[in-house]
């Protein structure tokens, strides 16, 4: 198994993502092979200095950075030296089975889009989220800033792609589908949910729940939520800004509320794209990294593109 692991990317690059590194190593104890792409004379010495296994990873001289504040398409173009293309570049070329980066999200997205591209049958990826449950479990909202304007036929197809993420990546066999709306009833919401409730009613791949309320989406009422991606971004954006009220009022060691901290998901997945893709914060610390490589573990281990090209082919 390879992973190659944008060393550049984020707030505090080169040295988290060489931190993240060493937390991985250790906690496994056979662990993934890593391809390391970033400027050799930043990266060496900090895999030195944090004894980071020799014959566990490749160092890929990345010369270039793409910046948070380029144009994506225009610095791919440009910047074939960067870490990020040859992210994709090895992905593409079947070298490496997956890649993650913290980098600018903008260029992860036209990367995956234009060089890993859209599995058969798949309208539009997805990015999705994790949402922590009140009774301990999980959740999982989809889409949160992909897909900001969506059609009732992506919707359906993210509750499709929301079910087999959390099949074979959270081992829950029959995940509860439910439609992000403003009331329960059948009926309820503006024409594309209208339109959407009935294509998700008789869908045979999803364990179809009903209309869900925003009031809803931290209990135990359903595993997967599917909304368009300007609700999710909101969402997402306002339960991050919950948990950083909740830590500044000294609630940041209450159980629950610590786990919306991005740092235990790491990044997230592209749904719906070929091979494993994996965008993470752009502050991420190294325990996001660690999770970032165990996030891309997992999809690898669970053959996770495979199943959903055999979905979608069905």
Request: charged fraction near 25%.
């Given at each position: 198994m390879n992973i190659a692991l944008d060393m550049m990317g984020g707030d505090f690059a080169p040295l988290e993502a060489v931190k993240g590194l060493q937390l991985y190593f250790a906690a496994n104890s056979n662990p993934a092979f890593v391809f390391c792409l970033g400027d050799e004379t930043r990266v060496q010495p900090l895999l030195q200095e944090y004894n980071i296994p020799a014959d566990?990873?490749?160092?890929?001289?990345?010369?270039e950075i793409i910046g948070?504040?380029?144009?994506?398409?225009?610095?791919?173009k440009e910047k074939q030296k960067s870490s990020i293309a040859i992210g994709f570049y090895l992905l593409a070329s079947g070298k490496v089975d997956a890649f993650i980066s913290a980098g600018n999200t903008g260029a992860m997205l036209v990367g995956t889009m234009y060089t890993i591209k859209t599995i058969d049958g798949v309208l539009r990826p997805s990015i999705p989220t994790i949402v922590p449950k009140l009774n301990g479990g999980t959740g999982l909202l989809l889409d949160v800033g992909l897909n900001v304007d969506c059609k009732p036929e992506q919707l359906n197809q993210f509750a499709i792609l929301g079910s087999l993420y959390m099949q074979h990546i959270f081992n829950i066999s029959n995940p509860r589908v439910g439609l992000l709306n403003v009331g329960e009833e059948e009926g309820k919401g503006n024409q594309v949910l209208q339109a959407t409730f009935p294509l998700m009613k008789e869908n045979s791949k999803i364990n179809f729940f009903g209309n869900v309320e925003?009031?809803?989406?931290?209990?135990?009422k359903t595993d997967v939520t599917v909304c368009?991606?300007?609700?999710?971004?909101?969402?997402?954006?306002?339960?991050?800004?919950?948990y950083d009220i909740a830590a500044s009022r000294n609630v940041g060691n209450d159980e629950y509320f610590n786990?919306?901290?991005?740092?235990?998901?790491?990044?997230?997945?592209?749904?719906?794209v070929a091979k494993p893709v994996v965008i993470g914060h752009g502050?991420?610390?190294?325990?996001?990294f660690k999770?970032?490589?165990?996030?891309?573990?997992?999809?690898?281990?669970?053959d996770l593109c495979?199943?959903?090209?055999?979905?979608?082919?069905?």
């Open positions: 566990k990873i490749k160092l890929v001289h990345a010369p948070y504040h380029e144009s994506p398409t225009r610095a791919l925003g009031r809803d989406l931290f209990y135990d368009d991606g300007f609700t999710g971004n909101v969402i997402l954006k306002m339960a991050e800004t919950l786990r919306f901290h991005y740092e235990n998901y790491g990044g997230t997945p592209v749904l719906g502050i991420s610390n190294d325990k996001a999770n970032m490589i165990a996030s891309a573990e997992k999809m690898i281990e669970s495979n199943k959903i090209k055999e979905s979608f082919s069905a």
